[in-house]
């Protein structure tokens, strides 16, 4: 995996951006890129996390975690029902 976008660490300023790990971590690295991204901090994403999980993030958080545009969008986006 590569390392987390330095461009993304303004966006999680409650935790410790060099002890984020990709796996451990991947909902809210998810969250926050998928919330705050520039085009080329989303292709990071996309390329390191499986279409399908980033999907199933959505599913499940989307709600809860992302603004009602934003939400649309990624539905949008993702082919999500």
Do not use: K
């Amino acid at each position: 995996m590569q390392p987390i976008p330095a461009s993304l660490a303004p966006f999680f300023q409650e935790y410790n951006f060099t002890l984020l790990d990709p796996q451990r971590d991947s909902a809210t690295i998810i969250e926050r890129t998928l919330r705050y991204g520039s085009r080329a901090e989303l292709r990071w994403l996309f390329a390191e996390f499986p279409r399908e999980q980033i999907r199933e993030w959505v599913r499940q958080w989307g709600a809860f975690a992302l603004p009602a545009p934003h939400l649309s969008f990624w539905r949008l986006v993702l082919e999500i029902e």
